[in-house]
C-alpha cells in the first residue's frame, strides 16, 4: 500500500484536523483524563494555533493520502527555523527545555518529527512505517548527506514508544513538566542519527 503526500496549506486546516482529533483521542483516551486531553487539544490543533504555525511555517506539514482519502500526517521543525525564531524572540516557541539542550549540544543539525499521527481506523496496514519513513527521508534530503539528527517526543505510555525503538529510535532523554492548570507532561525525548554510517 503506498500513500502520497501534500505540503499543507491554511485550506488544509480542517482535514488535519480531523486526523489529529481522532488520533489524539484514540491514542490518549487511556492515559490523560477528559480536561487534559481537551486543553491539549485546543492548545496544539486549535485553529489559530494551526494557521498561526502553517502560515509562519513554525512547522512543516505534510498530508498522507491513501488514493484521495486524507489518512495521516507528519509535522517536522527544521534547523533553520530554531535558528530564525531564537534570533527574532530569545528562545525556540516549539522546543522543550530537553529538545534544546539536544539541539545546543548535539555536534550536528537537530530537525524535530513533532507529530506523526494516523487515522485510528488505518493502524495495522503498515501505514506507520511509511509515515516515519517520509519523515526520515525528508530529513535525509534537507541534510544534504551531511549528518543530522531527527529526534521527537513521545509520551513515556505511550504504546508507540516500542514503535519507535523497532525503527531504530533511541531514547535519548526523560522530560516531565508542568502545564496549564496544573497538568503533566512525561516524555521520552526519542532520537535516530541520519548520514552517520559509513
Known sequence: MELTYHRCQIQDIPALRRVAYEAFKTT????????????????????????????????????AYQKEQVVGYI???????????????????????????LI??????????????????????????????????????????????????VNRKNPAVNFYKHLGMRCMAEQDFVLDHGFEMNDYVMGIDINTKA
Open 75 to 101: 509535522s517536522i521543525t527544521t534547523p533553520e527555523h530554531f535558528i530564525k525564531e531564537r534570533a527574532d524572540h530569545g528562545q525556540a516557541r516549539n522546543g522543550s527545555p530537553a529538545n534544546l539542550k
Open 28 to 63: 490518549f483516551s487511556s492515559i490523560l483524563n477528559p480536561e487534559q486531553m481537551d486543553y491539549m487539544l485546543e492548545k496544539m490543533y486549535g485553529e489559530k494555533v494551526l494557521t498561526h504555525d502553517i502560515s509562519n511555517e513554525d512547522q512543516l506539514f505534510f498530508l
Open 104 to 153: 545546543k549540544e548535539y555536534p550536528h543539525p537537530v530537525y524535530i518529527l513533532h507529530k506523526i499521527y494516523l487515522s485510528p481506523e488505518m493502524k495495522g496496514r503498515g501505514l506507520g512505517r511509511l509515515l516515519w519513513q517520509k519523515a526520515f527521508d525528508l530529513i535525509t534530503q534537507w541534510a544534504d548527506k551531511k549528518p543530522a539528527l531527527m529526534i521527537l517526543q
